[in-house]
Structure formats: structure tokens, C-alpha cells
């Protein structure tokens, strides 16, 4: 269980994050829901360590290692006259992971058909399910995927989804997606939080299929004078 307990950031007198309190299971896909500037991406990055915060963040009851992550935030970074094998190899050897397989990750991304094709050569949903597989390749504990469904097509949704479901999620991995698709969240998570300038205001089990449902449910939310306790 990742734990994340009265964590605070702030630049200046302004608040990014304020007491943040979570605990995050194993074996389960969040959705983490808010408008921009909501301290989505904030949140993201405090738990690998990009931020300066105050507060705990931890692991099954010990301190939280960066190790543990795998993270796909905004847009992946890859080098383009690269191979896709090539990419994450070299992703392997930065991050000085032993022995990673590589193309045990892109089986798993349904892309070992393009392990030789350079990165310039993939399309945005291959690219997308690249940056995914870099996320995992360290045999992470949590992932964290920042809007991994943004710009693509609805057959690039469509895989993304059955990826996240049919393939990455298991017992030993807790995965935390936003996105600002209320259809992709209602479709692929188990457990709902709202954010909102930096707070939790709500977190709920997911128990809506209908999109419309969770609109209306995420307006009263957001919309909501006082923010509810997680």
C-alpha cells in the first residue's frame, strides 16, 4: 500500500498541495479526477520526489523509493532515431535497472512487432504504449500515467484501455491514471478522487459504466461550496 500522509506544497505563500492524505492498494486502478490546475501533475511528481513537499509519502509502512515508480507523465520523451528497443534500453541503463527485459515489456505493450521500427516511425498510440512500457520496465510497484489517452484516436483509446485493464493491472501493481476523459475513467478505474485547488475533496469507489452518471457526479463535486473528507 503506498500511503501518502499530510502532504503540503506550497511556492511562496500560494498552496499547490494541501493536506493530501491517501492510502493507495495494490491490485487497483485509481482515477484521479480535476480540472487544470487542480495539482494533478503536482501530485504526480511529489511522490517521485520532483518536489520539495512536506508531509510522508510511503511503502507498505517503510519510506517510499523513487525505484518503486513508474511514471508517464505529460508527453514521452524518446529519441527518434532510435529503435524502440533501443529507447528503452537505454531508459534501462540511465536508471541502472538490472537486467531488465525489454522485450517482455513490449510484449506486454503488444509492440514487439516493433522493436526495430525507430521511434519517428511509430504512431501517437504506439508512442503512448512505448512510454507505458518504459513506465513498468523497472518491475515498478505504482504507476503513475498522466493523461496517457491524451490526443489519441478512438482506436488508441480503445487499446490504452484494454492495456491498462487486461494486461498491467494485477495484484502486486497499483496504477493511478488522469485524464480529463470521464468516459476512460468511468471504463478503465476502481476507485475515484476529486481534486481541486490542491485538496481532496472526494474519494469513492467507481460504480458508474455510464458516462453521463459521472459527469453530473464530477460537476456536483467540483461545483460543491465546501470540500467533502476523503
Request: proline share 3%; aromatic share 8%.
Amino acid at each position: 500500500m503506498l500511503t501518502i500522509q499530510d502532504v503540503n506544497f506550497s511556492i511562496g505563500s500560494a498552496y499547490v498541495l494541501r493536506d493530501i492524505n491517501l492510502n493507495l492498494e495494490k491490485g487497483k486502478i485509481y482515477g484521479l479526477l480535476g480540472p487544470n490546475g487542480a495539482g494533478k501533475t503536482t501530485l504526480f511528481k511529489s511522490m517521485l520526489g520532483l518536489t520539495n513537499y512536506k508531509g510522508s509519502i510511503s511503502s507498505d509502512g517503510r519510506p517510499v523509493s523513487t525505484q518503486e515508480f513508474g511514471s508517464l507523465i505529460e508527453y514521452p520523451a524518446f529519441y527518434n532515431h532510435l529503435t524502440a528497443f533501443e529507447n528503452l534500453w537505454l531508459h534501462a541503463q540511465y536508471a541502472k535497472l538490472s537486467s531488465p527485459d525489454i522485450d517482455a515489456a513490449l510484449k506486454q505493450v503488444d509492440l514487439s512487432f516493433a522493436r526495430d521500427k525507430k521511434f519517428s516511425q511509430l504512431s501517437l498510440g504506439m508512442k503512448q504504449r512505448l512510454g507505458i512500457a518504459r513506465a513498468f520496465l523497472g518491475q515498478a510497484k505504482y504507476l503513475l500515467l498522466d493523461e496517457p489517452t491524451n490526443g489519441l484516436d478512438p482506436l488508441g483509446i480503445k487499446e490504452i484501455r484494454l492495456l491498462l485493464k487486461e494486461r498491467l493491472k494485477t495484484s502486486e501493481r497499483c496504477i493511478v491514471v488522469s485524464s480529463h476523459s470521464l468516459a476512460e475513467i468511468s471504463n478503465i478505474t476502481d476507485e475515484l478522487i476529486f481534486i481541486r485547488g490542491g485538496r481532496i475533496l472526494k474519494t469513492m469507489k467507481n460504480v458508474y459504466e455510464d458516462e453521463k452518471e459521472l459527469e453530473a457526479l464530477y460537476e456536483t463535486i467540483m461545483n460543491s461550496i465546501e470540500a467533502e473528507g476523503a
